[in-house]
T-cell receptor, first 111, second 114 residues
Framework: GQNIDQPTEMTATEGAIVQINCTYQTSGFNGLFWYQQHAGEAPTFLSYNVLDGLEEKGRFSSFLSRSKGYSYLLLKELQMKDSASYLCAVRAYRGGNKLTFGTGTQLKVEL | DGGITQSPKYLFRKEGQNVTLSCEQNLNHDAMYWYRQDPGQGLRLIYYSQIVNDFQKGDIAEGYSVSREKKESFPLTVTSAQKNPTAFYLC?????????????FGQGTRLTVV
């Protein structure tokens, strides 16, 4: 099976930078995804990593280290609208390439 | 517009009744998924289908059933055997379950069993 760990909650200040970590244990790793979910809404795709390194997309960046089973999502220039849950999800060859989600990190952005 | 549609958004049912949640996509995606989300928790996989006429159990399939008779449709039935059915149910699809493409989600169905 897969084991995915994220911090439960984080708080940051508007305009600041925050890093949300995700560690995973899986057999047959085949990609890691980050999603944003506002309360009561559907998750929306933020980023995808399958090779080691940093992927940058505007204010959001995601990093992956396959050897360490580790990823982080970096949010810059935080805005109040960034207050949401951030979900780390891992895809693995074993188990038919299903996508398994972590429990999510609830980020609160304060003034 | 292309997308993935779940209906209804809110659903109330009496305990002991089966209920079917609808999920339709017009994105021409091969893979479709059903997840359950409980308050303050992440998404747990119920069933998934990588191609029409085929589906596999996820991590919490007990008390649920699905069908995939058409590429566009992946309905989920919550049976009376599901001990705690009240939850937020999310359907998703992706181009291909084997390729590394992101999953797109429907807006969810909030099921309350009374």
């Amino acid at each position: 099976g897969q084991n995915i760990d994220q911090p439960t909650e984080m708080t940051a200040t508007e305009g600041a930078i925050v890093q949300i970590n995700c560690t995973y244990q899986t057999s047959g790793f085949n990609g890691l995804f980050w999603y944003q979910q506002h309360a009561g809404e559907a998750p929306t795709f933020l980023s995808y990593n399958v090779l080691d390194g940093l992927e940058e997309k505007g204010r959001f960046s995601s990093f992956l280290s396959r050897s360490k089973g580790y990823s982080y999502l970096l949010l810059k220039e935080l805005q109040m609208k960034d207050s949401a849950s951030y979900l780390c999800a891992v895809r693995a060859y074993r188990g038919g390439n299903k996508l398994t989600f972590g429990t999510g990190t609830q980020l609160k952005v304060e003034l | 517009d292309g997308g993935i549609t779940q209906s209804p958004k809110y659903l109330f049912r009496k305990e002991g009744q089966n209920v079917t949640l609808s999920c339709e996509q017009n994105l021409n995606h091969d893979a479709m998924y059903w997840y359950r989300q409980d308050p303050g928790q992440g998404l747990r996989l119920i069933y998934y289908s990588q191609i029409v006429n085929d589906f596999q159990k996820g991590d919490i399939a007990e008390g649920y059933s699905v069908s995939r008779e058409k590429k566009e449709s992946f309905p989920l039935t919550v049976t009376s055997a599901q001990k705690n059915p009240t939850a937020f149910y999310l359907c998703a699809s992706s181009i291909d379950g084997a390729l590394n493409t992101e999953a797109f989600f429907g807006q969810g169905t909030r099921l309350t069993v009374v």
